[in-house]
């Protein structure tokens, strides 16, 4: 029943359907997979690691694995970026590469980021699990074969304006809708991916419990996602500790909620996990999904060239 419910979900994305874009509960330490107006907008070489492993309980389900590195390159006037995704749906296996470059400026009492990143998602299809036992095609819709991919170029553009006390960013993915069909496709050529337009915004806030000493630092923070058909809206609270551990609870409208924990493990590297609970019809008792995992690593440091020591010099003509 599972595999039935896997099958009839994911196979309902061939075609010219909208697809929601990869979602993570921990997005307040990933924004730049988002929007890359965030690139390198906090001055220094991070590089994250993200794994999902969504929906525990269904066969096919996402499992996700998102890495990104940003630089900030002060001749640049901002930053570089590169991402990589790996995700397996169902039947699908996807893989996105891209670069992107943000200009960073002084606005006000922050730093204001305006992104834009290039690159391609590549789309595979394992048609051999619903091959009939002769090893034909009951569905000439369905692409045949083991390598049935598509390939789609993907665009996408970001403002981003972090203070010290709270951020806010717009961003757009998928700006051109890029269409591909898959190779290797059946007669009717009626197999392909098409990229919908979606809009982020995210926004937080950092309140300070204690100002006198800032031990306890707590950041509400809201994230919305659409393609102007479906909508989706993560509300989350995190309480940072010393600057050490935080906790954090979180809600996805009519899907889940989350509960977070972190770990400065050093200065420079972070640690996260959040689990979340699934509230929507997937949950479906001891037949649906128990949950979703996902872990994060961070790590960030700068590279700092001392100043050159000043230098004196005698002229011996001037000693006599």
């Known amino acids: 029943m599972k595999r039935l419910f896997t099958l009839i979900a994911f196979c309902s994305t061939i075609g010219v359907f909208a697809q929601q874009d990869i979602q993570f509960t921990q997005y307040m330490f990933n924004k730049v997979f988002y929007n890359p107006g965030v690139t390198a907008s906090d001055g220094y070489i991070t590089a994250n690691l ?3 492993t969504q929906w525990v309980g269904f066969d096919g389900a996402p499992q996700t694995l998102n890495v990104n590195v940003q630089v900030p390159l002060g001749f640049l006037h ?6 990589f995704v790996k995700e397996e749906i169902g039947f699908f296996n996807n893989t996105t590469f891209k670069l992107s470059y943000a200009y960073q400026a002084i606005v006000g009492d922050g730093v204001l980021g305006i992104g834009i990143s290039g690159g391609f998602n590549s789309q595979g299809l394992n048609s051999t ?33 972090r203070t010290n006390d709270y951020y806010v960013g717009l961003s757009t993915s998928h700006l051109t809708e890029f269409e591909s069909d898959f190779n290797n496709v059946s007669e009717f050529n009626a197999s392909r991916v098409k990229q919908e337009r979606h809009y982020y915004f995210m926004a937080g806030y950092d309140f300070v419990l204690d100002p006198a000493i800032e031990t306890w630092i707590l950041t509400p923070s809201v994230f919305v996602k659409t393609d102007l058909i479906s909508t989706q809206v993560d509300i989350n609270a995190t309480v940072l500790y010393n600057s050490k551990i935080w906790l954090g609870l979180g809600y996805r409208l009519d899907d889940a909620f989350a509960v977070l924990f972190g770990y400065n493990l050093t200065e420079d590297l972070r640690f996260g996990y959040s689990y979340d609970v699934t509230t929507s019809k997937l949950s479906g008792g001891s037949n649906g999904s128990s949950g979703s995992h996902e872990v994060m690593l961070s790590y960030k440091f700068k590279i700092e060239i001392p100043p050159r020591p000043p230098q004196r010099y005698v002229d011996p003509r001037f000693l006599e």
Do not use: E, K, M, Q
């Open 50 to 52: 993200l794994g999902r």
């Open 78 to 83: 901002g930053g570089l970026g590169v991402g």
């Open 129 to 161: 699990d619903w091959l009939l036992p002769n090893g034909t095609n009951s569905d000439n819709f369905v692409p045949d074969g083991d390598d049935a991919s598509a390939f789609t170029p993907d665009i996408a553009f970001g403002a981003y304006y």
